[in-house]
């Protein structure tokens, strides 16, 4: 699947290009539904993807899709089509199906023809407003049955986009700090910002390892055989947003906080998508309540027993 | 009509392209490639002649090593009937490059040979002329429209000054510029059945064509730094510095 994978990413890369530039991002915070690029990536029959093809999908694995979600994060994901992908994963259906949080708030719920619940099952309900996120995304809320059964995926999803947004992130410290010049030469150049950045590296690199991994299990094992997979690239990208971020303001300094330059629209999309479908706190007490359950002991051997995915 | 299509594997338009520390080249390890954006307006240009009744069969073809079967493949997943990979891992200049697609011709016997004008990692612009001439057939290079018309085409190219209008006999090479067509996304499922059309695998050899180079680079390097501008204080100190320091006037 590899050459299709990465002739899918060029497609999907290209259209994110071609159409979720900043004024894209700016129309999403104001509460206008980006009705031009979702029918673009309808039409190139990406919501449905996951599911089988006698429902209308291509069967794409966990993998693949988790890839493709990275590729959104990196370009701020001015559309919930990782979210619909999932959920159509889950159950398949036509439109844009919203994936709730046990709490019933959804991203971009008023805009769904559906909505997967946490009872497992597609509902449409009149949505409200939520509480406001960082990120100025509508994540609006509605009377929802309760039920964890979309908190792994949409977990594994939020993941992925923290990969992708930290990659860019990334990306962009780098290059400021190469062009930045005080005292004659890049910021870049000075030992204090260039460890700082590689250790930012280093945050990514994990993230995307974790992510990547994660799909992996999920493709191998289900959704409920990967669990903790999922919640070490929760955690894991959780971590490493709290720190990248950080760093990334830093290098960046004030420009970092102006409207017009881009850095603000992922690191405030990190922060919103760190806390969707629970935070690393979250995911690390269940790691930590599994590791309890089996004595505590053999937290460690079990670890070491799992096999790469 | 039968269309050949040959698609090049670039390093994508959108890379910044950094020289090797040797100066032999530049860097193509671990660096996202894609099909040259001339050549995938050629592949949209074929499709959207088969979409009209006009083309019954469209045949991708890249020269160069294995990975070139993903840029075959994306031209399938674009509507690219099958494909053919000329492998060599080496050096391949632009004549050798047409002389491939003389043999390949003379085995397929296509009407129309659409070309990307220009390869946007070499810049030669030359392949298509040097086919043409090869095979002693008409072309219409530089094009932003093509119809078909009386048995022939009728190219629109773009020139300094305008548009020109010429009628080719078929068969004929057609290169297209930038505005001839934009490229459709593929969508997934046409992704998921280009993995089941064929690409057939040849050598060089197989054709009977030397590709040894006929070019040594002698170095690679980035272009200098651009210096700072200056800021002047009047149109007068302007042109002063224009006529005595930058010596233009």
Same mark, same amino acid.
């Given at each position: +699947? #590899?050459? +299709?994978?990465?002739?899918?990413?060029?497609?999907?890369?290209?259209?994110?290009?071609?159409? #979720?530039?900043?004024?894209?991002?700016?129309?999403?915070?104001?509460?206008?539904?980006?009705?031009?690029?979702?029918?673009?990536? =309808?039409?190139?029959?990406?919501? *449905?993807?996951?599911? &089988?093809? =006698?429902?209308?999908?291509?069967?794409?694995?966990?993998?693949?899709?988790?890839?493709?979600?990275?590729?959104?994060?990196?370009?701020?994901?001015?559309?919930?089509?990782?979210?619909?992908?999932?959920?159509?994963?889950? +159950? &398949?259906?036509?439109?844009?199906?919203?994936?709730?949080?046990?709490?019933?708030?959804?991203?971009?719920?008023?805009?769904?023809?559906?909505?997967?619940?946490?009872?497992?099952?597609?509902?449409?309900?009149? @949505?409200?407003?939520?509480?406001?996120?960082?990120?100025?995304?509508?994540?609006?809320? !509605?009377?929802?049955?309760?039920?964890?059964?979309?908190?792994?995926?949409?977990?594994?999803?939020?993941?992925?986009?923290?990969?992708?947004?930290?990659?860019?992130? *990334?990306?962009?410290?780098?290059?400021?700090?190469?062009?930045?010049?005080?005292?004659?030469? &890049?910021?870049?150049? @000075?030992?204090?910002?260039?460890?700082?950045? #590689?250790?930012?590296?280093?945050?990514?690199?994990?993230?995307?390892?974790?992510?990547?991994?994660?799909?992996?299990?999920?493709?191998?094992?289900?959704?409920?055989?990967?669990? @903790?997979?999922?919640?070490?690239?929760?955690?894991?990208?959780?971590?490493?947003?709290?720190?990248?971020?950080?760093?990334?303001?830093?290098?960046?300094?004030?420009?970092? @906080?102006?409207?017009?330059?881009?850095?603000?629209?992922?690191?405030?999309?990190?922060?919103?998508?760190?806390?969707?479908?629970?935070?690393?706190?979250?995911?690390?007490?269940?790691?930590?309540?599994?590791?309890? !359950?089996?004595?505590?002991?053999?937290?460690? &051997?079990?670890?070491?027993?799992?096999?790469?995915? | 009509?039968?269309?050949?299509? /040959?698609?090049?594997?670039?390093?994508?338009?959108?890379?910044?392209?950094?020289?090797?520390?040797?100066?032999?080249?530049?860097?193509?390890?671990?660096?996202?490639?894609? $099909?040259?954006?001339?050549?995938?307006?050629?592949?949209?240009?074929?499709?959207?002649?088969?979409?009209?009744?006009?083309?019954?069969?469209?045949?991708?073809?890249?020269?160069? /090593?294995?990975?070139?079967?993903?840029?075959?493949?994306?031209?399938?997943? $674009?509507?690219?009937?099958?494909?053919?990979?000329?492998?060599?891992?080496?050096?391949?200049?632009?004549?050798?490059?047409?002389?491939?697609?003389?043999?390949?011709?003379?085995?397929?016997?296509?009407?129309?040979?659409?070309?990307?004008?220009?390869?946007?990692?070499?810049?030669?612009?030359?392949?298509?002329?040097?086919?043409?001439?090869?095979?002693?057939?008409?072309?219409?290079?530089?094009?932003?429209?093509?119809?078909?018309?009386?048995?022939?085409?009728?190219?629109?190219?773009?020139?300094?000054?305008?548009?020109?209008?010429?009628?080719?006999?078929?068969?004929?090479?057609?290169?297209?510029?930038?505005?001839?067509?934009?490229?459709?996304?593929?969508?997934? /499922?046409?992704? $998921?059945?280009?993995?089941?059309?064929?690409?057939?695998?040849?050598?060089?050899?197989?054709?009977?064509?030397?590709?040894?180079?006929?070019?040594?680079?002698?170095?690679?390097?980035?272009?200098?730094?651009?210096?700072?501008?200056?800021?002047?204080?009047?149109?007068?100190?302007?042109?002063?510095?224009?006529?005595?320091?930058?010596?233009?006037?």
């Amino acid at each position: +699947m #590899s050459e +299709m994978r990465d002739i899918l990413l060029e497609q999907v890369e290209r259209l994110l290009a071609d159409q #979720s530039g900043p004024e894209t991002l700016r129309a999403v915070e104001a509460g206008v539904w980006p009705a031009a690029l979702w029918t673009e990536v =309808e039409a190139l029959g990406l919501p *449905l993807a996951m599911a &089988p093809e =006698e429902a209308g999908g291509v069967a794409l694995g966990w993998d693949d899709a988790v890839a493709v979600w990275v590729a959104l994060g990196r370009a701020g994901a001015p559309v919930p089509l990782a979210e619909s992908m999932a959920a159509s994963a889950l +159950m &398949p259906a036509l439109g844009f199906v919203a994936l709730a949080q046990p709490d019933g708030t959804a991203l971009w719920g008023h805009a769904a023809t559906r909505v997967l619940a946490g009872d497992g099952a597609l509902h449409q309900a009149a @949505f409200t407003p939520g509480k406001a996120q960082p990120s100025n995304e509508p994540w609006d809320r !509605a009377a929802l049955p309760a039920g964890e059964a979309t908190v792994l995926a949409g977990a594994l999803v939020n993941a992925a986009k923290m990969a992708g947004g930290l990659e860019a992130v *990334l990306t962009l410290s780098v290059d400021y700090a190469n062009v930045r010049k005080q005292f004659g030469k &890049p910021i870049g150049q @000075f030992q204090a910002v260039s460890q700082q950045l #590689s250790q930012a590296a280093g945050e990514v690199a994990a993230a995307g390892v974790a992510v990547a991994n994660a799909g992996r299990a999920v493709a191998r094992r289900g959704l409920s055989g990967a669990e @903790f997979e999922i919640a070490a690239a929760k955690v894991i990208t959780g971590e490493a947003t709290a720190q990248v971020a950080a760093v990334a303001h830093q290098v960046h300094a004030a420009i970092g @906080f102006t409207q017009d330059y881009h850095l603000h629209f992922t690191t405030r999309r990190l922060w919103a998508w760190r806390d969707a479908f629970g935070n690393e706190r979250f995911w690390a007490q269940r790691i930590g309540r599994a590791a309890l !359950a089996r004595g505590g002991a053999k937290a460690w &051997p079990d670890l070491a027993a799992r096999e790469d995915a | 009509m039968k269309l050949l299509v /040959p698609v090049k594997r670039v390093v994508d338009y959108n890379v910044k392209v950094r020289v090797k520390a040797d100066g032999t080249g530049v860097e193509t390890a671990n660096v996202k490639m894609s $099909m040259n954006p001339f050549d995938e307006i050629g592949v949209e240009e074929a499709v959207r002649l088969k979409e009209k009744g006009v083309a019954t069969e469209i045949v991708a073809v890249s020269c160069g /090593p294995a990975a070139c079967a993903e840029q075959i493949r994306t031209a399938l997943a $674009m509507g690219a009937d099958r494909g053919i990979l000329v492998e060599h891992d080496g050096v391949l200049e632009p004549l050798a490059v047409a002389k491939l697609l003389k043999a390949l011709v003379a085995k397929e016997s296509p009407d129309l040979v659409i070309l990307g004008k220009q390869a946007i990692d070499d810049d030669m612009n030359a392949t298509g002329q040097m086919l043409a001439a090869l095979l002693g057939w008409a072309q219409g290079t530089y094009a932003s429209k093509i119809e078909a018309a009386d048995g022939g085409l009728l190219v629109t190219r773009e020139v300094d000054g305008g548009l020109e209008r010429i009628q080719l006999k078929l068969p004929a090479i057609v290169t297209t510029d930038l505005r001839l067509n934009e490229p459709r996304y593929a969508s997934l /499922p046409n992704i $998921m059945k280009a993995r089941k059309k064929p690409i057939e695998n040849v050598k060089p050899a197989d054709l009977g064509v030397d590709v040894t180079p006929r070019l040594t680079v002698l170095k690679v390097a980035e272009p200098p730094t651009r210096q700072a501008g200056k800021k002047v204080a009047s149109v007068a100190e302007l042109v002063d510095k224009l006529r005595n320091e930058a010596k233009v006037i």
